[in-house]
């Protein structure tokens, strides 16, 4: 009986409907040899783990938005504020009709040239 108590047991780990008993019953007696064999391949195989299939998941994602002016500032240069932006003086002074890039005034709006 302790022979049918270990094939129940490896059935059960193995997904094998196995029993060994010698009643009419109609199951199979195992012989051992076939027991240690199907031992050593349930334990020496990979073992596969299901996983949950993936979910979608919504994310939402703000662009930072990019001025399109800036207001002069006390100490501000033309050039300066060309840098903090990525352009030039004469593209700012073009873009803003400034015939002396070197003369702009603090509360001033400057349009700023849109990135490509």
């Known amino acids: 009986m302790l022979i049918a108590t270990g094939v129940g047991l490896l059935a059960s780990i193995s997904g094998a409907c196995v029993f ?3 009643d009419d019953d109609g199951l199979t007696l195992v012989p051992t040899a076939t027991i240690v064999a199907a031992t050593e391949t349930a334990t020496t195989g990979p073992t596969q783990v299901p996983t949950a299939a993936p979910t979608a998941t919504a994310t939402t994602t703000t662009t930072p938005s990019i001025p399109t002016t800036y207001t002069v500032q006390a100490g501000d240069h033309l050039a300066a504020i060309a840098e903090m932006f990525g352009t030039t ?3 700012l002074a073009a873009l ?10 603090v509360g001033q709006v400057l349009q700023l040239p849109t990135p490509d």
């Open 96 to 105: 803003n009709g400034i015939d002396d890039p070197d003369l702009i005034f």
């Open 20 to 22: 060994g008993d010698d």
């Open 89 to 91: 003086a004469q593209v």
